[in-house]
């Protein structure tokens, strides 16, 4: 929905109100990549999120490597709280994809234990996406299971979730893992699946050119 559009809403019921409390800003295309001073500029409740998308592969070598250069320069920064997006998009040429997995690996060594990593996964036109989404697992499968992930507008179904669960968060119940954030429209349906203990976030405000905002709903702390 856009911005104009949610705006114009007006007042909603008391059981629908949400307290904004902070966003992130997600930067993936290397002509937005913002300076020191822009982040400095930024409201100290906005993270930074800093990363390349997958859609971007078709610069040159050359490009490729100076924008990897910049990111992992940037993840030293205070503000920088995030690595993404990374991930696959199936929806360019499959000439591509091959250079898609390549990116994810070289990412993958760049993120810290304070970086949320923000994840992307698109399957090609009309398919389920249930193929890149497994790849994509097994792409990620290196990272640390108290890796903290945002996975950006989930289009999986029922058999991608439960196979994503399985692997990411087999060890839930004995490293009390937190998942910072599984965006998706079904939530509903989400909460009834996840353990209390696990965050969920829902909903999204739309997309300002690189800036999103995150409601958070309220759960159980362990």
């Known amino acids: 929905m856009p911005i104009d559009e949610l705006m114009e809403l007006g007042q909603v019921e ?24 822009d982040m400095s500029c930024l409201p100290s409740n906005v993270g930074v999120v800093v990363g390349l998308h997958p859609k971007h592969l078709a610069m040159n070598n050359d490009r490729i490597y100076h924008s990897l250069d910049r990111v992992r ?14 991930g696959l998009d199936h929806s360019v040429p ?25 994840v992307h996964c698109r399957g090609a036109p009309g398919d389920s996406g249930v193929e890149a989404y497994l790849l994509l697992l ?6 640390s299971k108290t890796q903290r992930f945002h996975v950006h507008c989930f289009t999986g179904n029922t058999y991608v979730l439960t196979k994503w669960l399985a692997e990411m968060f087999r ?14 429209k079904a939530s509903f349906f989400l909460r009834q699946m996840l353990p209390t203990s696990v965050r969920l976030a829902s909903g ?3 997309q300002i050119s690189f800036f999103k905002l995150l409601r958070v709903l309220p759960s159980a702390e362990t």
């Open 94 to 118: 499959d000439k591509q994809w091959p250079r898609q997995n390549d990116l994810v690996r070289a990412m993958l060594h760049m993120i810290s234990d304070r970086h949320v990593m923000v």
């Open 138 to 143: 097994h792409l990620l499968s290196p990272i």
């Open 73 to 86: 320069n940037m993840l030293k920064c205070e503000m920088v709280v995030g690595l993404g997006e990374i």
């Open 14 to 37: 008391d059981h629908q109100r949400v307290r904004l409390v902070g966003g992130i800003g997600i930067f993936c295309d290397p002509k937005s990549f913002p300076s020191p001073q």
């Open 204 to 206: 999204f405000v739309h």
């Open 171 to 184: 060890d839930l119940a004995r490293i009390n893992l937190r998942l910072y954030a599984l965006l998706m």
